[in-house]
T-cell receptor, first 116, second 112 residues
């Protein structure tokens, strides 16, 4: 069974600085998808960024980028120029690309605080 | 605007009551999901559906049941609520493109 580990329960960053959130996963599959989701307090969980395992190029979305190391099974999220609105729980998630596999496997999350 | 809606957002209820958590999406997605999330913990899939009249159990055993009579609607029912059901329940939907799941804001359930 696949597992996702986020080793940092909490992180903090100064506004305008850069922060990196860690995620490692365990799988025997070669084709899969990885996601970072953001869950603000009492608000909807939204997708931050998505990575396809067969693509070597790291995904980027504006201030958000990932460092995907397939051999090391590592998928870290870098937030540049941090803003107060980035404060939230961040969840790393894995999904198999195998047909009929529906579930997202989540890590326990990292609570990010942004200090003004 | 296409979105996914959950009601109620918060529910406090006594033991033994029957409850239904509502989930609707206007995104035109065939697939819908229910996840359970305890405070400070990860999400676990409890139910999913490929489309109308399709329901499947997820990895986490749950005493809840679901139905899918309409594409846009995927309610979750607890016949007799117990304190052990206290949790947050998140609904999600997904289409074929990019294997992305989109989440509702969740229902925070407290059973006394």
């Amino acid at each position: 069974a696949q597992t996702v580990t986020q080793s940092q329960p909490e992180m903090s960053v100064q506004e305008a600085e850069t922060v990196t959130l860690s995620c490692t996963y365990d799988t025997s599959e070669s084709d899969y998808y990885l996601f970072w989701y953001k869950q603000p307090p009492s608000r909807q969980m939204i997708l931050v960024i998505r990575q396809e395992a067969y693509k070597q190029q790291n995904a980027t979305e504006n201030r958000f980028s990932v460092n995907f190391q397939k051999a090391a099974k590592s998928f870290s999220l870098k937030i540049s120029d941090s803003q107060l609105g980035d404060a939230a729980m961040y969840f790393c998630a894995y999904r198999s690309a195998r047909g009929g596999s529906e579930k997202l496997v989540f890590g326990k999350g990292t609570k990010l605080t942004v200090n003004p | 605007e296409a979105d996914i809606y959950q009601t109620p957002r918060y529910l406090v209820i006594g033991t033994g009551k029957k409850i239904t958590l509502e989930c609707s999406q206007t995104m035109g997605h065939d697939k819908m999901y229910w996840y359970q999330q305890d405070p400070g913990m990860e999400l676990h899939l409890i139910h999913y559906s490929y489309g109308v009249n399709s329901t499947e159990k997820g990895d986490l055993s749950s005493e809840s049941t679901v139905s899918r009579i309409r594409t846009e609607h995927f309610p979750l029912t607890l016949e007799s609520a117990r304190p052990s059901h206290t949790s947050q329940y998140l609904c999600a939907s997904g289409g074929l493109a990019k294997n992305i799941q989109y989440f509702g804001a969740g229902t925070r359930l407290s059973v006394l």
